[in-house]
């Protein structure tokens, strides 16, 4: 048992360290590609670009009808069979299939509207741009299943190909027809379009072995639906969530106050790539071990949660120790000021990391319909506090908002998860999360934006004695199933 949960934990970290290179190369290329393209066109142009995407965005969101959560969820169910596995992905590929390609019907509805705003060609702006946005969306939505198995199958190296592809590839083809051949965006949305469709062979290449066999299930059809339609509302929730406090610092302030806080959360986007890597790792594998140790899952979950908030504290630690001196070396004076909400949507960050522990509970008794109702009650929580908090606060407002509402959001997701499906975390994990509080005011008190050798060896040397501290307390603490690996 003690060399399973060894291997549970071995696999979850090169995992997230496969998940999270793939994140980190993507960000990497769209972040030099983004002046490119933007400089290639003018705002008009590059506003449209943006346009569509939130159109297709709210499509995709519709269409996916969360088949994505499903089939993490009943992949590895105790109670699917081999031969129900593959019938549970070709129901779920068959689902995508018409339900994305209604979403696409509806989308080419639009097409009159937009021949009233773009009446000509502008900047090589056309039909195309729009058609090509429905058909990219149609072959995201297809090659998101065969993410989703390869993800299941613990195939992250396939993962990781088939996204260079799809995404990497798309993103330097769309400069050289942008920059060079000046096709505008007709070109560009059209040969992302294309690159991702060839990409879809490829995904197919990788998990065909896993549809073999399987059929469309009016079962497994009612289960998938069920249990996934409860996450469009909670994705509409999380997009309100995450942009309407640069509205509200719009309205109340002005643009260059959203600026300031739009540096701060690009600086937490840091932490959020690893939390976003655990995500893909963990969500496959959270009910595997379930079904495969059946006695002791709580206390392997509990543990990995120790061990994971550990590891995600110590590196928000070290993020918000130094973001100061980040933002002296990096940028001018004029966003100074985006380290104080810098520091605390970093922290807050550890937060939403602890989502995808807390609401196990929910997840497990297929209560799905909690995680929208949460969300949304945690997205009106947010605007209310804003709405106390911007106008005297301005950035540093928002973030607090922005911290107080992924507290309570992960604390509403445990107290209901507890009561479902009871898990045994250890009280530690208050204790981690005080020791997050504590790094973050010394973090206020400590940063400079000057690089000061006694000052780097002072928060060093906490940071050394954090992970000193967390080590010796994690081997008295941790059962046997991973002290071996600790």
């Excluded at 519709?62 to 070709?90: C, K, M």
């Excluded at 993020?319 to 100074?336: D, H, P, R």
């Excluded at 960050?349 to 297929?366: N, Y």
């Excluded at 940063?447 to 967390?470: G, P, Q, W």
């Amino acid at each position: 048992m003690s060399s399973s949960s060894k291997s549970i934990v071995s696999r979850l970290i090169k995992d997230i360290g496969i998940y999270g290179a793939t994140d980190f190369f993507t960000k990497l290329v769209a972040f030099f590609t983004f002046p490119i393209i933007s400089n290639a066109l003018n705002p008009t142009a590059y506003g449209f670009v943006e346009i569509i995407a939130t159109i297709t965005w709210l499509l995709m969101i519709v269409s996916n009808i969360g088949i994505n959560n499903s089939l993490s969820r009943f992949y590895w169910d105790e109670n699917t069979s081999e031969g129900d596995r593959s019938n549970l992905l070709r129901t779920g590929l068959d689902i995508i299939i018409v339900s994305t390609s209604i979403s696409s019907i509806v989308g080419l509805l639009f097409l009159p509207f937009f021949y009233e705003v773009f009446p000509r060609d502008f900047q090589n702006l056309t039909w195309i741009a729009y058609f090509s946005s429905i058909l990219l969306m149609f072959s995201q939505q297809l090659l998101s299943i065969f993410f989703d198995v390869m993800r299941l199958r613990f195939n992250p190296v396939h993962f990781f190909i088939t996204t260079f592809l799809s995404r990497i590839v798309g993103a330097l083809l769309g400069v050289y027809v942008v920059a060079y051949l000046k096709l505008g965006v007709d070109g560009l949305l059209t040969v992302q379009a294309l690159v991702t469709i060839a990409a879809i062979p490829l995904g197919y290449f990788f998990v065909k072995k896993y549809f073999k066999g399987g059929s469309y299930s009016k079962y497994w059809r009612k289960e998938i639906i069920s249990y996934g339609y409860p996450f469009i509302f909670t994705m509409i929730a999380f997009w309100i969530f995450g942009s309407i406090d640069r509205w509200m610092l719009l309205y109340f302030i002005d643009a260059a106050e959203v600026g300031i806080y739009s540096i701060a959360v690009k600086f937490s986007m840091i932490l959020l790539m690893v939390s976003t890597a655990l995500g893909l790792a963990w969500s496959p594998i959270s009910i595997k071990i379930k079904t495969d140790n059946p006695s002791s899952y709580k206390k392997i979950y509990a543990d990995i949660l120790l061990v994971i908030l550990s590891i995600i504290m110590g590196i928000a630690g070290f993020l918000m120790l130094f973001l100061g001196e980040v933002i002296g070396t990096l940028l001018n004076k004029v966003y100074y000021p985006s380290l104080i909400p810098g520091i605390i949507l970093i922290f807050s960050i550890v937060f939403q990391t602890t989502q995808q522990f807390t609401g196990l509970g929910i997840s497990i008794e297929k209560k799905t319909f909690l995680f929208a109702r949460l969300t949304w009650i945690s997205c009106l929580l947010n605007v209310s506090i804003n709405f106390f908090l911007i106008e005297k606060y301005g950035s540093i407002g928002a973030a607090i908002s922005t911290l107080i509402s992924y507290m309570f959001l992960t604390s509403s997701y445990l107290i209901y998860s507890q009561k479902l499906h009871y898990i045994p975390y250890a009280k530690f994990n208050l204790n981690l999360i005080v020791l997050g509080f504590v790094l973050m005011f010394v973090s206020f008190r400590l940063n400079t934006f000057e690089i000061i050798l006694e000052l780097i060896l002072i928060k060093s040397c906490i940071l050394i004695f954090y992970f000193i501290l967390v080590y010796f307390i994690l081997r008295k603490l941790i059962n046997s199933d991973l002290r071996e690996f600790i």
